[in-house]
Nanobody, 124 residues
Framework: VQLQASGGGLVQPGGSLRLSCAASGLTLDYYTIAWFRQAPGKEREEISCTTSGDGRTVYADSVKGRFTHSRVKNTMYLQMNSLKPEDTAVYYC????????????????????WGQGTLVTVSS
Protein backbone atom coordinates (compact mmCIF):
# COMPACT_ATOMS: atom_id res chain seq x y z
CA VAL A 1 0.00 0.00 0.00
CA GLN A 2 1.40 3.34 -0.99
CA LEU A 3 0.35 6.97 -1.26
CA GLN A 4 2.68 8.97 -3.48
CA ALA A 5 2.42 12.72 -3.12
CA SER A 6 3.81 15.19 -5.64
CA GLY A 7 3.40 18.70 -7.01
CA GLY A 8 4.99 20.87 -4.37
CA GLY A 9 7.39 23.67 -5.17
CA LEU A 10 8.13 27.36 -4.90
CA VAL A 11 5.37 29.77 -5.83
CA GLN A 12 4.87 33.50 -5.42
CA PRO A 13 2.13 34.89 -3.17
CA GLY A 14 -1.17 34.88 -5.02
CA GLY A 15 -0.10 31.97 -7.20
CA SER A 16 -1.48 28.46 -7.56
CA LEU A 17 -0.27 24.90 -7.25
CA ARG A 18 -1.92 21.53 -7.62
CA LEU A 19 -0.81 18.66 -5.44
CA SER A 20 -1.43 15.06 -6.41
CA CYS A 21 -1.53 11.90 -4.34
CA ALA A 22 -1.59 8.63 -6.24
CA ALA A 23 -2.72 5.54 -4.36
CA SER A 24 -1.62 1.98 -5.03
CA GLY A 25 -2.66 -1.11 -3.16
CA LEU A 26 -5.86 0.48 -1.90
CA THR A 27 -9.00 1.91 -3.48
CA LEU A 28 -9.48 5.51 -2.40
CA ASP A 29 -13.22 5.29 -2.97
CA TYR A 30 -13.50 3.18 0.17
CA TYR A 31 -11.35 5.38 2.38
CA THR A 32 -11.81 8.59 4.26
CA ILE A 33 -9.09 10.78 2.78
CA ALA A 34 -7.52 13.97 3.96
CA TRP A 35 -4.83 16.52 3.32
CA PHE A 36 -2.69 17.73 6.19
CA ARG A 37 0.15 20.19 6.39
CA GLN A 38 2.89 20.91 8.85
CA ALA A 39 4.83 24.14 8.97
CA PRO A 40 8.21 24.38 10.72
CA GLY A 41 7.76 24.44 14.47
CA LYS A 42 4.00 23.90 14.26
CA GLU A 43 1.61 21.02 14.81
CA ARG A 44 0.25 19.01 11.91
CA GLU A 45 -2.93 20.68 10.68
CA GLU A 46 -5.81 19.02 8.86
CA ILE A 47 -6.83 21.19 5.91
CA SER A 48 -9.42 19.00 4.19
CA CYS A 49 -11.32 15.85 4.95
CA THR A 50 -13.54 13.79 2.64
CA THR A 51 -15.47 11.09 4.45
CA SER A 52 -16.00 7.77 2.70
CA GLY A 53 -19.58 7.21 3.79
CA ASP A 54 -21.06 10.28 2.13
CA GLY A 55 -18.32 11.93 0.09
CA ARG A 56 -18.65 15.14 2.05
CA THR A 57 -15.60 17.42 2.14
CA VAL A 58 -14.90 19.88 4.92
CA TYR A 59 -12.09 22.44 4.80
CA ALA A 60 -10.18 24.22 7.52
CA ASP A 61 -11.11 27.88 7.87
CA SER A 62 -7.56 28.82 6.95
CA VAL A 63 -7.96 27.43 3.41
CA LYS A 64 -11.71 27.62 2.80
CA GLY A 65 -12.52 29.25 -0.51
CA ARG A 66 -8.93 28.96 -1.75
CA PHE A 67 -8.20 25.21 -1.72
CA THR A 68 -10.23 22.48 -3.41
CA HIS A 69 -9.90 18.76 -2.85
CA SER A 70 -10.92 16.32 -5.56
CA ARG A 71 -10.44 12.71 -6.54
CA VAL A 72 -10.28 11.08 -9.94
CA LYS A 73 -10.19 7.31 -9.79
CA ASN A 74 -7.32 6.43 -7.47
CA THR A 75 -5.61 9.81 -7.35
CA MET A 76 -6.55 12.66 -5.03
CA TYR A 77 -5.74 16.29 -5.75
CA LEU A 78 -5.47 19.51 -3.82
CA GLN A 79 -5.87 22.60 -5.96
CA MET A 80 -4.41 25.56 -4.08
CA ASN A 81 -5.19 29.09 -5.28
CA SER A 82 -4.42 32.54 -3.89
CA LEU A 83 -1.50 31.14 -1.97
CA LYS A 84 -0.11 33.07 0.99
CA PRO A 85 3.27 32.89 2.71
CA GLU A 86 1.55 31.29 5.69
CA ASP A 87 0.61 28.35 3.47
CA THR A 88 4.28 27.36 3.41
CA ALA A 89 4.48 23.83 4.81
CA VAL A 90 5.04 20.18 4.02
CA TYR A 91 1.76 18.81 2.70
CA TYR A 92 0.67 15.22 3.32
CA CYS A 93 -2.13 13.08 1.97
CA UNK A 94 -3.61 10.39 4.19
CA UNK A 95 -6.20 7.62 4.12
CA UNK A 96 -8.22 5.99 6.88
CA UNK A 97 -10.20 2.78 6.45
CA UNK A 98 -13.21 3.37 8.71
CA UNK A 99 -16.48 4.40 7.09
CA UNK A 100 -17.10 7.94 8.32
CA UNK A 101 -19.67 10.62 7.58
CA UNK A 102 -20.07 14.36 7.73
CA UNK A 103 -16.65 15.46 6.59
CA UNK A 104 -15.24 15.02 10.07
CA UNK A 105 -11.94 13.21 10.19
CA UNK A 106 -10.26 11.62 13.20
CA UNK A 107 -7.03 13.03 14.51
CA UNK A 108 -3.98 12.50 12.34
CA UNK A 109 -2.65 9.70 14.54
CA UNK A 110 -5.67 7.58 13.60
CA UNK A 111 -4.88 7.56 9.88
CA UNK A 112 -3.68 4.26 8.43
CA UNK A 113 -1.74 5.43 5.39
CA TRP A 114 0.34 8.49 4.61
CA GLY A 115 2.06 9.97 1.61
CA GLN A 116 5.66 11.01 2.02
CA GLY A 117 4.97 14.74 2.05
CA THR A 118 5.64 17.41 -0.52
CA LEU A 119 7.05 20.85 0.32
CA VAL A 120 5.17 23.97 -0.69
CA THR A 121 7.00 27.27 -0.31
CA VAL A 122 5.15 30.52 -0.90
CA SER A 123 7.59 33.37 -1.17
CA SER A 124 8.46 36.30 -3.37
Amino acid sequence: VQLQASGGGLVQPGGSLRLSCAASGLTLDYYTIAWFRQAPGKEREEISCTTSGDGRTVYADSVKGRFTHSRVKNTMYLQMNSLKPEDTAVYYCAGEGATLYGGTCPSHDKFDYWGQGTLVTVSS
